[in-house]
């Protein structure tokens, strides 16, 4: 299977608690994207990358969430001291620079307890 | 700050039946995508629009783009059961740095019931 992968699938945490977060995109494609679905909503972007350089990050939702994706290839999301208003589901996806459409992987489902 | 508003948000029709779903748009963009999602999966890309006019059709699924108006259409033609998902209109934004991601409407719940 060569689409997105994001792991874990879901991830049940106490608030307070950092977690994180990786997506693996498709191999050839240089942008990564990162975006938090909740439920009846559509998804909300938050950040993305192309190769390692994170060329937008003003629409991550705090201080508390930041990104990496150090070699341009996997990326990771953390969220620090969680709340219960973070839990969502939070999607990965990548695409090559252009008008290409964006691929999504199947994202991880936070509970924050 | 773009925004981008679909109509309806829920879609109850019969197998069958024709219908369209609308999406508009606050800000001048030149890209506007259409995806699908299944309950509990991930989200699939129908179409690409790229400029005004552009129309595209798969099965019985055709989209287009008016980029004067800010407006895209989705139009279901002869419904059928397996259509049933939820549909998302996606718009590029742009800022200095270029393209963006995407902001997505709210989804259109659409059910077809034999």
């Known amino acids: 299977d060569t689409g997105v992968s994001q792991n874990p699938r879901h991830k049940i945490t106490k608030r307070g608690q950092n977690v994180t977060f990786r997506c693996d995109p498709i191999?050839?494609?240089?942008?990564l994207y990162w975006y938090r679905q909740t439920l009846g909503q559509g998804p909300e972007f938050l950040t993305y990358?192309?190769?390692?350089?994170?060329?937008?990050k003003s629409r991550l939702l705090s201080d508390r969430f930041s990104a990496e994706r150090p070699k341009g290839s996997f990326s990771t999301l953390e969220i620090q001291r969680t709340e219960q208003g973070d839990s969502a589901m939070y999607l990965c996806?990548?695409?090559?620079?252009?008008?290409?459409?964006?691929?999504f992987g199947n994202g991880t489902r936070l509970t924050v307890t | 700050e773009l925004k981008v508003e679909q109509n309806p948000l829920f879609l109850s029709m019969q197998e069958g039946k024709n219908y369209t779903i609308y999406c508009n748009y606050s800000t001048t963009s030149d890209r506007l995508y259409w995806y699908r999602q299944d309950p509990g999966k991930s989200l699939e890309s129908l179409f690409v629009?790229?400029?005004?006019?552009a129309v595209k059709q798969e099965g019985r699924l055709m989209a287009s783009l008016d980029t004067k108006a800010r407006l895209s259409t989705l139009h279901i033609t002869a419904a059928v059961h397996d259509l049933s998902a939820t549909y998302f209109c996606?718009?590029?934004?742009?800022?200095?740095?270029?393209?963006?991601?995407?902001?997505f409407g709210k989804g259109t719940h659409l059910i077809i019931q034999p």
């Open positions: 990358f192309q190769n390692e350089a994170q060329l937008e």
């Open positions: 629009l790229l400029s005004n006019g």
């Open positions: 996806a990548s695409s090559l620079a252009g008008v290409s459409p964006l691929h």
């Open positions: 996606a718009v590029v934004q742009y800022s200095g740095g270029g393209a963006d991601g995407l902001t």
């Open positions: 191999s050839e494609h240089n942008r």
